[in-house]
């Protein structure tokens, strides 16, 4: 059975840190490009980083690039995300995603046969 198993989320001040992480079983992690989208209610889903099957290459969306941190440990079949320097616009549910093969380009919810069923990240003073 495919688990994705988020936790790390919060309630944090504006300018917090939180690390999310992502565990992973049933499938062959270190083959699967992973992917961690956010949604706030009533709103879409965003993508805000995704990583290859690798590591090697990993792909920020503007609104996070240089605050947030994705990183994975396929040893461990983890994912994680660092946030820092959080903003109250950053309050949302959290997700990660896998899907087999690239990652680059691939934003729609029909792209990833997996996800988790998430941690709220709430930003608030």
């Known amino acids: 059975e495919v688990e994705l198993v988020e936790s790390g989320g919060g309630l944090v001040q504006p300018g917090g840190s939180l690390r999310l992480s992502c565990v992973a079983s049933?499938?062959?992690?270190?083959?699967?490009?992973m992917s961690w989208v956010r949604q706030v209610p009533g709103k879409g889903l965003e993508w805000v980083a995704q990583?290859?099957?690798?590591?090697?290459?990993?792909y920020y969306d503007d609104s996070v690039r240089g605050r947030f941190t994705m990183t994975r440990d396929n040893a461990k079949t983890t994912l994680y995300l660092q946030m820092n320097s959080l903003k109250p616009e950053d309050t949302a549910m959290y997700y990660c995603?896998?899907?087999?093969?690239?990652?680059?380009?691939?934003?729609?919810?029909?792209?990833?046969?997996?996800r988790g069923q998430g941690t709220q990240v709430t930003v608030s003073s």
């Open positions: 995603a896998a899907r087999p093969g690239p990652v680059y380009g691939a934003i729609s919810v029909g792209d990833y046969p997996y």
């Open positions: 990583m290859s099957s690798t590591g090697r290459s990993t």
């Open positions: 049933g499938f062959a992690f270190n083959t699967y490009g």
